[in-house]
């Protein structure tokens, strides 16, 4: 740090002084092993239902990004998404990172209610569009995954989050691969 930086800090912090206060979030997750051990026991579907209804710990990146699985049926998923400063980029608005990691979600999460027991699933490609800039006052985000074509090897979605006003903020399409889990 330069030593015109360094003038000006905050004792407390030894940030300096033009930062503002600081802020926090705590993040609290649980063992994600044991949601991939009751997923070996279920379909796609049931894993998914048994986390929306609390009976199976949400994933960890779920936790962190403020995620929530609201709604799941056969083929279709909707997640709602807090935000809020703690996932700005330099510019003072939501990074993209995490509507595309919105988006990846809901297109492998639909994807993953078609799947039997003991099937998996990663993304192999995923084409996101931005439609508008997210902040804070966009309020929370829905986003949801739709199939397009499930299949045995490969399986196809799409993805769209609006905004608290029902405005589109981004869509995607995704092509997921499809394997047996292993034992």
């Known amino acids: 740090m330069s030593t015109e930086a360094r003038t000006g800090t905050d004792p407390a912090t030894g940030a300096p002084a033009g930062w503002g206060e600081p802020r926090s979030r705590t993040v609290t997750w649980f063992d994600p092993l ?5 997923g070996r026991e279920r379909s796609g579907l049931e894993t998914l239902e048994a986390v929306r209804d609390g ?3 949400p994933p960890p990146i779920a936790q962190l990004l403020q995620m929530d699985l609201v709604a799941v049926e056969g083929g279709r998923v909707e997640f709602a998404c807090a935000v809020d400063e703690s996932v700005y980029n330099p510019i003072g608005v939501v990074h993209g990172g995490l509507v595309c990691t919105l988006l990846d979600s809901v297109a492998g999460c639909a994807v993953h209610t078609t799947l039997p027991h003991g099937v998996g699933y990663t993304s192999i490609e995923l084409k996101v569009t931005y439609l508008r800039a997210v902040t804070h006052a966009s309020g929370p985000l829905t986003a949801v995954g739709t ?3 499930p299949g045995r090897r490969v399986a196809f979605a799409e993805g769209q989050v ?10 995607a399409s995704s092509s997921l691969l499809v394997f047996p889990l292993p034992a």
């Open 55 to 57: 009976v199976l710990p």
């Open 147 to 149: 199939v397009v074509k």
């Open 162 to 171: 609006t905004d608290a006003a029902g405005k589109v903020v981004a869509t």
């Open 34 to 38: 044991v949601t991939a051990a009751g």
